[in-house]
């Protein structure tokens, strides 16, 4: 029995007036989960390899039809990776050989133009077959301007067979933080500034089949107010507080959560004009 489309980043022209139509309920998952289409398989938490071709199988109530039924695959690109107007509903894809983690996948069935249902989503494992050679992180250092400040963490793995991929958000790799009172660091690689603490330093311990990299932190022990690190108080700290108002804070410790409410507000950039070393929170002058 023959498979459906495999997956294609450039769609054929039939394809792209479905794909537009389907984008806005697409994202916004707005109709939620259907228990009248559902995917077969593999199984939630089955482990690929990139590059892997695997067969998706997707089974509807008896007595409901759909006029298209497809499948959504996480970070494949914008759009359905594949479409069947009738019944068998089996796909084949490819895994890109540059993808690898816990990736979603979601079967949908079209009722009528731009409207439709989704099945409960699935995922893949993706994952390389290779042993790892070595790793390699960036940045390799972390010098932080303020308590509360984000940066992400890159990880590439170099494999035996000579392939190399970025793994950051593999299933496989582990983040540690040697001290949480000076920076933590999630599942996803991001790393956020703390606070001071006694030292202002810690690193982040990146680990993946063995091998272990670490990336020395920094945290400065900056004035109240001072969100830059620059030694004063000004309209560039003002604006750090811009960016980031009616956003939640990262930590109790959170340099620019002023009042300590747990939210970044105006209430906060209120506070910080109080502190501003020069009239004004000029960022030059007396």
């Not at 990776?81 to 009738?86: E, L, P």
């Not at 009528?112 to 989503?121: K, L, M, T």
């Not at 660091?185 to 500034?193: E, I, P």
Request: charged share 15%; glycine share 10%.
């Amino acid at each position: 029995m023959s498979r459906g489309l495999g997956m294609n980043l450039i769609a054929p022209f039939w394809l792209l007036g479905l794909i537009l139509a389907i984008i806005p309920w697409a994202v916004s998952m707005a109709q939620g989960v259907s228990s009248d289409i559902n995917i077969t398989s593999p199984q939630s938490g089955t482990a690929v390899t990139p590059g892997q071709t695997i067969a998706v199988d997707v089974v509807v109530a008896p007595g409901v039809s759909y006029s298209k039924v497809g499948l959504l695959v996480e970070d494949f690109g914008i759009g359905p990776v594949a479409i069947k107007g009738v019944p068998p509903y089996e796909f084949s894809i490819q895994i890109p050989n540059n993808l690898v983690g816990s990736k979603k996948i979601t079967a949908f069935g079209v009722t009528s133009p731009g409207a439709g249902v989704f099945s409960a989503s699935i995922t893949v494992d993706i994952e390389p077959s290779s042993p790892i050679k070595s790793l390699s992180v960036s940045p390799q250092k972390i010098y932080f301007n303020y308590a509360g400040q984000r940066i992400p963490l890159s990880v590439t793995g170099n494999f035996v067979d000579g392939s190399s991929l970025d793994i950051t958000r593999s299933s496989r790799i582990i983040y540690r933080s040697e001290d949480p009172t000076v920076a933590t660091v999630d599942k996803a690689g991001l790393v956020t500034a703390t606070d001071a603490g006694l030292t202002g330093s810690t690193a982040v311990i990146v680990t993946y089949g063995g091998h272990s990299v670490g990336v020395p932190v920094s945290v400065p022990a900056a004035i109240r107010g001072d969100l830059n690190g620059d030694g004063v108080v000004d309209r560039d700290d003002l604006n750090i507080i811009l960016t980031w108002r009616n956003r939640r804070a990262t930590s109790p410790n959170d340099a620019r959560d002023l009042n300590h409410d747990g939210v970044i507000n105006a209430l906060d950039a209120r506070i910080l004009v109080t502190l501003c070393t020069r009239r004004g929170c000029a960022t030059q002058g007396p």
